[in-house]
């Protein structure tokens, strides 16, 4: 089956994503609904890993800092384990793998609730930027509705499983208002979250702590929960990176 998933990506890849998504084994781990994208379309994606593999997304924000989820920085995971990879669109082989100095879950992060989920690595060594690895400008403010972004990522996991997507791939989508947001989830919507989504699009699970990217080329938001993926009634929720930009300086981070 690994084989099969393996042999279809790279038949999907050298044909720039021509094969029919139905071809493809329909795994709930990664973009929903998206295309292969190069990493030079997206040059400020990393890969957050440990032990070798991937798990999560991150977002450079300067030469040593990415920003990612909280809830991808658990206390369970040491530091010692975590690389992360910059500059390839696999995620496995290529680009730089740079070990990580200090993570740092939001100090507000609640893992009942999700708020707050937001979170800081600093790297080992600074990156070297190319036009592969690329910080991207954090917002300064919150997210507009209707706003046209794209959210990128591996994805993960085949439930029971950690197969990864193995190419980076990024579908677009549309911010949408607190109103509908909550419509679909409650109160459950805190004021440091807001809603995404298209009809059969979505971030999944393994792409938490990616960027959402105006066609301006800001990160308004950081990939965080959502009920499924991609479920007509349900769409991904993020963080709002813009509510955050006094506390990465705060932790050191020059944006
Ligand atoms: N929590 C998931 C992760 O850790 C991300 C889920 C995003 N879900 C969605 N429907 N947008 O990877």
């Keep these: 089956m690994l084989k099969f998933v393996i042999l279809l990506s790279a038949v999907a890849c050298a044909l720039g994503g021509t094969i029919p998504e139905g071809l493809l ?25 440990s032990y070798g593999s991937h798990y999560c997304g991150a977002v450079i924000i300067s030469p040593s800092y990415a920003l990612t989820a909280a809830h991808c920085l658990p206390d ?4 010692e384990v975590l690389r992360v990879r910059a500059g390839s ?16 879950a939001h100090e507000d992060y609640d893992s009942s609730t ?28 919150d997210p507009e509705d209707g706003e046209d972004a794209i959210v990128s990522g591996w994805g993960s996991q085949l439930p029971g499983t950690s197969i990864n997507s193995l190419h ?4 677009p989508v549309k911010t949408i208002s ?16 807001f809603c995404a989504g298209a009809p ?12 959402l990217v105006t066609t301006n080329g800001i990160v308004i938001g950081v990939v965080s929960w959502g009920n499924g993926c991609a479920r007509p009634q349900y769409p ?20």
């Design 25 to 49: 084994p329909q795994m709930d781990g990664r973009i929903i609904g998206g295309t292969a994208t190069s990493i030079s379309d997206i040059p400020w994606q990393l890969s957050l890993q």
């Design 76 to 79: 369970y995971i040491p530091i």
């Design 89 to 104: 669109s696999w995620w496995f082989i290529g680009g730089d793998l740079i070990s990580v100095a200090s993570k740092t």
């Design 114 to 141: 999700l708020d707050n989920d937001i979170g800081l690595i600093e790297l080992s060594q600074a990156l070297t930027f190319s036009s592969y690895i690329q910080p991207i400008a954090v917002a300064t403010s």
């Design 168 to 171: 980076l791939r990024a579908v």
């Design 178 to 193: 607190e109103t509908a947001c909550r419509s679909a989830y409650g109160n459950r919507i805190t004021a440091n979250m």
């Design 200 to 211: 059969g699009k979505d971030a999944c699970q393994g792409d938490s702590g990616g960027p």
């Design 236 to 255: 991904g929720v993020y963080t709002k990176v813009g509510k955050y930009l006094t506390w990465f300086r705060n932790q050191g981070a020059p944006v």
